[in-house]
C-alpha cells in the first residue's frame, strides 16, 4: 500500500503540510516549484503523522486524508469528508481502507485564485462535517475545517516538461502584460509590516491594506468596491456579512458598536486601507471567518464617482465623507443604492508621453476581469475572551 506520508527523495518539494500553526505560517519552501500549506490547527492532532497531505500538481491538486483526523484512534466516516465549497466527494475510498483520497482540478470544487507578486495561490478547504449517530441531544466530534493553499511560482515553469519558446502575437503578450496583479493584506496595528498571526480575539480592529501593481500602467487609483464575510471561502455562501457594499460605503462603520473606517489620506493612488472592528457570526463554534473583497482601478485623473469611491460614516456628523473627491459622490451609500457594481466608468487615459517616458494607455475596451478582481483573506480566527453573544448577525441579503 503506498504510503502519503513516505515522502521519497524528487518528491520534497511537490509533498508538504503546514508549519507551526501557532505563528500561522508555512515553513520557508523552494520558490521554483509548486508547494502545498495545509493547517491543521483546528484538528489538535495528537497523532505523531499529519492527517492531511496535499499533493500540487501541474493541474490539479491531490489531497489524501488519514481517517483517524484528530489522532484519537477513532476512523472518521469517509463520507463525511468532502472539499472545497462544492462539497467534491473523495475519488478513491473505502470502508476498509484508512486513507481517503481526494483529486480536484485547480479550479473545481470551489477553489480560488489568489494572485501575489511571486505565486498563483489556489485556495482550498478539507470540510469534516460528522452526522448524528445514537442520541441526537450529545455530540462526540466537532465540525472541522482545513484549509488548503497549493502555490505556483509566476517566474518559473512548474512543468516537468522543458519549456518551449514560441512565438505569440504582439495582442496576445499585450493582453497578458495588462492583467492587474491585486492584493490584499491584514497588516499590524501600525500599518508598518504585514501581520503574522491570523488569530484575533474580539474587541479588536483589523487592518486591511489593498493594493495593486501598477507597473507599467497608465496612473491607476484602486478602490474597494465590496467585502463580505463568510464561515469558507465561498463568497456566495451563507451566512453572510457585507461590511463594505455599494460601490465602496464601509456601512459597517454605521453600527453602533463600530469604529470602522477608511484611513485617509491613502499612502499611495494605487493603495488602500481600511480598519474594521474584529467580529465573528453568531451561532458559529468554528471562529472561522474568511474575508473576499471586490477590489477595482480606475484612471488616476478620473474624478471619483458614485461607481468608484471610498466612503465612510462619520458618526459625529451623522453624515458619509469621501476618502477624497466631493461629499455628493457619498449621497447614495446613506440610500442604500450607488448603481450598478462592476460597471466602472473608464475616461481617456493621459496623455502616453509624461515626464520624457511611455506609459501604455489603458484601453476602455479592456475585459472586466482584467481591471478587477476578488481576493480571498483568511482563515481568520476570532476568539471570545468569555462566552457572551456576538456583536454582528449575518446579512439577510
Not at 464561515?231 to 465602496?248: E, H, K, M, T, V
Not at 475596451?365 to 483568511?378: F, H, M, S, T
Amino acid at each position: 500500500a503506498y504510503n502519503p506520508w513516505g515522502f521519497i527523495r524528487g518528491e520534497a518539494e511537490l509533498w508538504r503540510y503546514g508549519g507551526d500553526p501557532s505563528s500561522g505560517q508555512p515553513h520557508a519552501f523552494s520558490q521554483h516549484s509548486p508547494w502545498a500549506w495545509v493547517d491543521v490547527s483546528q484538528l489538535q492532532a495528537a497523532a505523531p503523522l499529519h492527517p492531511v497531505a496535499v499533493q500540487c500538481q501541474e493541474a490539479q491538486m491531490v489531497v489524501i486524508v488519514h481517517r483517524d483526523l484528530f489522532g484519537t484512534g477513532r476512523l472518521v466516516k469517509a463520507a463525511e469528508l468532502t472539499l472545497g465549497s462544492a462539497a467534491c466527494l473523495p475519488a478513491v475510498w473505502s470502508t476498509a481502507e484508512t486513507m481517503v483520497t481526494f483529486m480536484a482540478g485547480l479550479h473545481e470544487c470551489g477553489s480560488t485564485l489568489r494572485v501575489t507578486p511571486d505565486a498563483l495561490v489556489y485556495s482550498t478547504s478539507l470540510n469534516y462535517k460528522p452526522v448524528p449517530a445514537g442520541n441526537p441531544v450529545i455530540i462526540r466530534t466537532s465540525p472541522a475545517v482545513v484549509p488548503i493553499e497549493c502555490h505556483y511560482p509566476r517566474r518559473d515553469n512548474v512543468s516537468s516538461n522543458g519549456v518551449k519558446p514560441t512565438w505569440v502575437p504582439f495582442r496576445s503578450t499585450l493582453s497578458s502584460e495588462e492583467k492587474l496583479p491585486f492584493s490584499l493584506r491584514l497588516m499590524n496595528d501600525d500599518w508598518s509590516a504585514e501581520r503574522v498571526s491570523t488569530i484575533f480575539q474580539l474587541g479588536e480592529v483589523l487592518h486591511f491594506q489593498a493594493s495593486v501593481n501598477t507597473e507599467n500602467h497608465a496612473p491607476l487609483r484602486l478602490f474597494v468596491d465590496n467585502c463580505v464575510a463568510t464561515l469558507n471561502p465561498d463568497r456566495s455562501s451563507s451566512p453572510q456579512y457585507a461590511f463594505i457594499d455599494f460601490s465602496g460605503c464601509l456601512v459597517d462603520g454605521q453600527l453602533d458598536d463600530a469604529t470602522s473606517t477608511f484611513i485617509s489620506p491613502r499612502p499611495r493612488q494605487d493603495m488602500l486601507q481600511f480598519a474594521v472592528d474584529a467580529f465573528k457570526f453568531a451561532g458559529d463554534s468554528s471562529n472561522l471567518v474568511y474575508i473576499t473583497c471586490h477590489l477595482k482601478v480606475s484612471l488616476a485623473d478620473q474624478a471619483p464617482d458614485p461607481l468608484n469611491k471610498a466612503c465612510s460614516f462619520n458618526k459625529a456628523s451623522n453624515l458619509w465623507a469621501p476618502v477624497e473627491g466631493t461629499w455628493d459622490v457619498c449621497s447614495c451609500c446613506e440610500m442604500r443604492s450607488c448603481g450598478l457594481a462592476g460597471h466602472s466608468r473608464w475616461l481617456h487615459a493621459p496623455s502616453p508621453w509624461q515626464g520624457g517616458r511611455a506609459r501604455r494607455e489603458m484601453p476602455s475596451q479592456l475585459d472586466p476581469l482584467v481591471k478587477e478582481a476578488d481576493v480571498v483573506v483568511g482563515p481568520l480566527f476570532i476568539n471570545s475572551w468569555k462566552d457572551h453573544p456576538v456583536r454582528k448577525m449575518p446579512s439577510q441579503g
